[in-house]
């Protein structure tokens, strides 16, 4: 019933144009911004998504790192256990360290990553070797795989047929450094370059990747010394609950990482990027409810007479009450049904036609990635429902105080 009175106010000819003006300008304000907050929301989930397909191609499910320094000791038996988990896939030893790679006359530092043959199965990288292959050779004869910024930096030629190029890395060894000969703290060996991989700019200008037994040998490694461990968990396993799992058996020398631990500023980043987007938006929602104050009002004041019609025939204040608040979340209902069918209909078309294109032509993909979700619809709905109701309980308390009288 009080939406029915709601209703016939809303569509009936106001004394004022300037009612009728307001009232549709904030239902305009609310399609609006209602469009905007999700339309934008949808896009940072996309790029969300995509960020996160090009990190995972790097980083593992979980990795198990040193609490304290640069290595750890894992014996046979405890790589035997963390195998033996039921929600373990593959696990992948590593060993990496700072080094200084030449080319010839040219120099650079990479991050020097040494692994074992189980690698391919743990990280995406092999996938992602754009020239040569991935072959990181054994310890007496190592390949190495650069990251496409390496290769442009270092000026390294990977195709076999025209002579790759053989590569030298310094490497600092764990002995302690002699004062009167500290060159004694460095190794130097020899590579051969065999592929390279592109992935994303903070792994193409900083990691390279070889045998874990020619780095543990030119760093003077014990044999069950690692710098981490990398592990593939199992399709739908628990990610959290197999992180505690770990964390408890291999106790507080080790570290557990999942792969969102594994980069914390990256997903934290976007993360405050997505809501504070989302907290000016709602700013805009915000100069919609003073619209809607402003429209209801004017609307109470014009409707005088009808309220003290409705007091003459029993109604209380709380019905009043209730048609005002009913006719400020009209308004919002119908602005807030207009934005998402307005965002849909452009996630659609973006989706479908990919009509909307990102400027530079630097980037993986040259349209803006939308990714819909309905927690953030809901969201959305939530908001425009929460602020309409404060606007219209103002304007809506002053109709059911006042005391009007038939003249």
Known sequence: MYLTFAWRYFKAKKSANAINIIAWVTVGVIAFATACQILVLSVFNGFEGLVKSLYSSFYTDIKVIPAKGKTFMLTPARIQLLKQHPGIEVVSLIAEEKALLQNEDIQTIV???????????????????????????????????????????????????????????????????????????LSEGKVKATGVFSIQQDFDNKYAITNIYFVKQQMGFAADEYSAAEIKLRYNSNLLKIQQELTAQLGNAFKVQTKYEQNTSLYNTMRLEKWAIYAVLTLILLVAAFNMISALTMLVLEKQKDISVLQSMGANKNMILKIFLGEGLLLAGIGTASGVLMALVVCFIQLKFQLIK???????????PVNLQIADVVLVISTVTFISFLAAWFPARKAANQIVELR
Do not use: C, H, W
């Open 358 to 368: 990102l400027q530079g032509g630097s980037f993986l993909i040259d349209y803006f």
């Open 111 to 185: 991050y020097l990553k040494g692994v074992d043959e189980n690698y391919p199965q743990v990280s995406g990288v092999a996938g992602k070797t754009v020239e040569g292959e991935f072959n990181t050779g054994n310890a007496a004869e190592p390949g190495l795989i650069l990251g496409s910024g390496i290769q442009n930096a270092a000026a390294v030629n990977v195709n076999a047929s025209t002579g790759a190029s053989m590569l030298t890395l310094i490497l600092p060894r764990k002995a302690k450094v002699s004062v009167s000969d500290p060159l004694q703290s």
